[in-house]
């Protein structure tokens, strides 16, 4: 369900089923998201936060494995065969683990910023927004 769905309903219901507040609404024409910006306490950031992640497991998974396999893969080796035979490869999945972490920090804020402007996600996407954004930060 998409959230413009949601936003056309007015309120969804939580895992205990209760209906929350969304934290972004629709304007009354539809075309645009407005930030409804207000306190909120912290089971409603837990369960915003919650949504998001069950909603979009998946591309956050495949996120993390796309974008971490190879550093992973060099320090299990290295810790394997013993880490004073290998220092240079543990120097260089550790620069590749740091890199990673940028790319993938930059993909999971584009599934997380479509979410709330009621865009799909797509992998694709987000691992193209990410390079661009990691690009120019380095």
């Known amino acids: 369900m998409l959230l413009t769905q949601i936003g056309r309903a007015g ?11 969304l934290i972004l609404s629709l304007s009354p024409e539809g075309a645009s998201v407005d930030a409804d910006l207000r306190p909120m306490g912290v089971g409603e950031i837990l369960d ?3 949504t998001i992640y069950r909603r979009h497991f998946i ?3 495949a996120l993390g494995v796309i974008v971490l396999w190879l550093p992973v893969v060099l320090t299990i080796y290295a810790q394997l065969s013993g880490p004073q035979q290998h220092p240079l490869i543990l120097l260089l999945a550790a620069i590749m683990q740091y890199f990673a972490g940028l790319l993938l920090t930059a993909g999971v804020i584009r599934v997380i910023s479509d979410f709330y402007l009621g865009r799909e996600a797509s992998l694709t996407q987000a691992l193209g927004s990410a390079r661009k954004k990691s690009g120019r930060c380095s």
Do not use: E, I
């Not at 309120?11 to 507040?21: M, Y």
């Open 59 to 61: 591309t956050f998974l």
């Open 48 to 50: 915003g936060a919650l």
């Open 11 to 21: 309120r969804d219901r939580d895992s205990r089923g209760r209906s929350h507040v």
